[in-house]
Every structure is written in C-alpha cells, then in structure tokens.
C-alpha cells in the first residue's frame, strides 16, 4: 500500500506562487500515475493536474493552464505541484492521489485514483 503525503501549503497573498510536494513511500513509484486535486470550501474534490508515471505526459485543468506545473522526480518518489499567480479561488485543500498502471494514461477521475494523502491546505487571500 503506497502512503503519500503532501507539504508545502501555507497562507499567500494573491499572485504568489507556492510549490506543493507530494511524498510516497512506495520503491514502486514509477508505476504510478500521479494526480493533484483541489477541494475548495463547501465544494467537491476537482481535477487540477496529472503526470504519466514515466513523467512523459501531463494533463492540467483548465483553470490551472499556464499559472500550474505538475513534475515528478522518480528517483525521490515525488511529485510537485508548482502553483504561480495565485488566485484566492485557489484556496482549499490539495490533494495528491496514485494509481497504479501499466501505461501511461493520465486518469483525471477521482474514482480512479487508488491512493490518497491527507492533504495541504493553500489560502490565497485577496
């Protein structure tokens, strides 16, 4: 069972940046299809970023493109979430999420992730 835990939240004023990471304590890191997902104040758990677990390809919600990068270094069994031009509608917690897989898809569905962290909680204020 992979576990995974994120850092790198904190409160920031709009327009800064922040770099999340994401931990994983499984020697098998590179099998797995990572994803971040934001859960806002009283709102469901949304799609923001995703990478291959060869780091080949990455997916990123619209609202993210051009201000959020996802990276991995799967010699460290991490993975990034670098967050610029931060906008308070960012706030909420980030969560970061494993599925383990043979390919290199990018899952953007909650449901098909099968490991999660605890999360990280971001707050933008205005």
């Known amino acids: 069972q992979v576990q995974l835990v994120e850092s790198g939240g904190g409160l920031v004023q709009a327009g800064a940046s922040l770099r999340l990471s994401c931990a994983a304590s499984?020697?098998?890191?590179?099998?797995?299809?990572m994803g971040w997902f934001h859960q806002g104040p009283g709102k469901e758990r949304d799609f923001v970023a995703g990478?291959?677990?060869?780091?080949?390809?990455?997916l990123s919600a619209d609202p993210v493109k051009g201000r959020f990068t996802i990276s991995r270094d799967n010699g460290k069994s991490t993975v990034y979430l670098q967050m610029n031009s931060l906008k308070p509608e960012d706030t909420g917690v980030y969560y970061c999420?494993?599925?383990?897989?043979?390919?290199?898809?990018?899952?953007?569905?909650?449901?098909?992730?099968?490991?999660w962290g605890p999360g990280t909680q971001v707050t933008v204020s205005s």
């Open positions: 499984d020697v098998t890191f590179s099998s797995y299809a």
């Open positions: 999420a494993a599925d383990f897989r043979a390919d290199n898809f990018i899952p953007h569905n909650s449901i098909e992730y099968d490991y």
């Open positions: 990478i291959s677990p060869n780091g080949g390809n990455t």
